[in-house]
């Protein structure tokens, strides 16, 4: 498929990247529009585990999996790559949660996930690296599972970006939808620029539910406070993302790690500049949490930390696709940016250009919630 449509993009996270890239691909000409720098805000501080573990609804999941097999592609093409692995996953519920553990290992099964239910000693056998003493009862490992460093990714995305002649227009501020005669026609910056095109995709993580709102277009919007450190470098033998009841881990370009969790949340303060802080010693918890998980339990050094907003929309399942009341106006919000970074930007510009509407989409549109 070609076009010489022009589509503009509001974000430069992952989706609004990935979504840029497909449509040069196709011939569309494209600008994309951050509001500060490139992966700057959920991109940048994303566990971006590849998975589609656990219980969701199916078309959630058959989504998920074929993100998770358009990553297997780009790993097949250089496997030597550092920050996009397939060690798999492994998780594990507190002392007491086992039968949990046991019915979500069955279900996986049911629905022909690789799925394997593990003693603590039976760890050491499947993947490395792992201190089984953390694991009080039993422990689930999904071996078809990655991991991607998603800064990486869209560095390695925007080469062929500016390659295939995109425009990139950094530091632009907040961005508004430009609507004529009830369709949208481009695009305008806070500072009076004005971009026009055939189509818009926003695409601002956290922010596109109030980026549609002068629309009229009302997105339920459950994004919660979060935070991802990368610690220093240490040697280590994981390859396994760890998903635990008090940390989750991964391993990070350089010998390092990305660590996450919730339980501290409530410890985040936003200050009215819409910056965040957290205690140093909660960020240093956290990194005790996750060297209990490590073998040898090595000493974990926070090298820096992000706080901001985690993109979820207030159902939990994504939103993708054209605005119903302002054609032209295409979504993408989303929990799982890293797992559908590359498949939703695969689809979503198939309909920007074509206007025909995937399948795989039909259930994830905006317009349930009018």
């Known amino acids: 498929m070609s076009s010489t449509k022009h589509v503009a993009v509001i974000g430069g996270g992952i989706l609004g990247v990935s979504t ?77 949660q086992s039968e949990v553990t046991e019915a979500r290992h069955a279900y996986e099964k049911s629905i022909g996930y690789d799925s394997k239910l593990l003693a603590p000693e039976e760890i050491a056998s499947v993947t490395p690296g792992i201190d089984a003493s953390a694991v009080p009862e039993n422990a689930i490992f999904n071996p078809g599972e990655g991991w991607v460093s998603l800064p990486d990714l869209v560095n390695f995305l925007m080469e062929e970006f500016h390659a295939l002649g995109g425009q990139l227009v950094l530091n632009a501020g907040k961005a508004s939808v430009t609507v004529h005669d009830g369709r949208a026609t481009g695009v305008e910056t806070v500072g009076g620029e004005t971009y026009t095109a055939d189509a818009v995709l926003v695409a601002c993580g956290a922010a596109t539910p109030a980026v549609v709102k002068p629309l009229g277009v009302e997105i339920p919007n459950g994004s919660p406070v979060s935070m991802l450190v990368v610690t220093k470098p240490v040697e280590h033998g994981v390859t396994a993302v760890m998903n635990t009841p008090r940390a989750a881990v991964r391993p990070n370009p ?60 207030g159902d939990g399942e994504p939103v993708f696709g054209e605005l119903g009341q302002v054609p032209g106006c295409f979504v993408a919000f989303t929990h799982s940016g890293a797992t559908l970074g590359l498949i939703a930007g695969e689809l979503l510009s198939g309909e920007i250009l074509s206007g025909q509407k995937h399948p795989m989409l039909s259930t994830f549109r905006p317009g349930r919630f009018s």
């Open 20 to 96: 840029a890239v497909h449509l040069l691909r196709r011939g569309a000409a494209v600008t994309l529009l951050t509001e500060q720098g490139l992966a700057s805000e959920a991109t940048g501080r994303s566990l971006s585990w590849l998975n589609s573990a656990g219980e969701r609804s199916t078309p959630y999941h058959q989504l998920r999996v074929a993100g998770v097999d358009r990553y297997r592609t780009l790993f097949a093409a250089d496997p030597s790559r550092e920050w996009l692995q397939f060690g798999g996953g492994l998780m594990w519920n507190a002392a007491g």
């Open 254 to 313: 350089g010998n390092t790690f990305a660590l996450d969790h919730d339980w501290y949340e409530h410890q985040i303060t936003e200050h009215s500049d819409g910056t965040f802080s957290i205690p140093d010693d909660v960020v240093q918890e956290l990194a005790d949490e996750s060297s209990k998980l490590i073998a040898g339990n090595p000493e974990l050094k926070p090298a820096s930390w992000k706080i901001g907003y985690k993109p979820i929309p």
